[in-house]
């Protein structure tokens, strides 16, 4: 197998290039001077951040007025451009683009992807949450240690945490994208929106403002025959773009154990069924 060449190099094989294994020396600026990008801050309007590349240099721009999180993110997304389409490549991502292209298959979901690899590293972020509860004060602890955003951490827990977990992002009109864990995965599915019992239909409405973490029942937000009695920990914070960011955790996990059971029981009676013909 032939090495990757080093346009095309994963974010992976960046870090372990430059040695980087702690957090703290992920250091954005020297990455990308590394991958040939220079990055510079500018006051921008309509976009958060950009890149011109030209043959083996480019210029990756990011809005001098975000947050230091969100610049990390917006370089480290405008890079996986880079990596992508070295030679040839001009993008303007807009800040929406940073929160809501999780879940398609496109160039920004790939950024995105990038983003998250190369300053949320798989090893390191999960020697950092393990066992820890998936709550956002959990998220806003990691966020610190990393230096990313509240969204971004969040989606991290949720990929590589070791507990059952869903991530969900509802905008007022719609849900924008969900993230599930592992643990929960094929086993409970989202209803179309938060249901009322749910901290995040009461934020969507208006009825409250300031949320606090809840024990809500389960069919607040999953379809399942008996999640009426099960309970679970919902974290829901409204963004600055109107939408809310809904953290769900089994603390404790019966539902898990039940929906297993009866998975167990389903497989078993479909392979005597088949016995008997
Ligand atoms: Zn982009």
Known sequence: ????????????????????????????????EDCGATIR?????????????????????????SPRPRQRFSAGHELGHWMRDRGQVSFQCRSQSFVREWSAENPETRANRFASD????????RAQ?????????????????????????????VEYGDLPAVLVCNSPEKREWFIVNGEVRGKLFLEGRPGSGSVANALLRGELKNAQPAEVRSDAWFDHRNAHSHWIHEDSIPLSDGSVLSLLWWKDETQLVDVDNELEERAAWRSDFRKEE
């Open 129 to 157: 949450a393990q066992k820890k509860p998936v709550t956002l004060d959990t998220v806003r602890e990691l966020g610190r240690l990393f230096c990313t955003s509240l969204t971004a951490t969040a989606i991290r827990l």
């Open 118 to 125: 190369l300053l949320l590293p798989a090893k390191m972020f």
């Open 41 to 65: 801050y500018r006051p921008l309007s309509g976009c958060a951040a950009r890149i011109m590349g030209y043959k083996e240099r480019a210029i990756i721009t990011i809005d001098e007025a």
């Open 1 to 32: 197998m032939t090495a990757n060449p080093s346009f095309r190099r994963t974010p992976f094989e960046i870090l372990a290039d430059l040695g980087i294994r702690d957090p703290a020396d992920i250091d954005i600026e020297a990455i990308a």
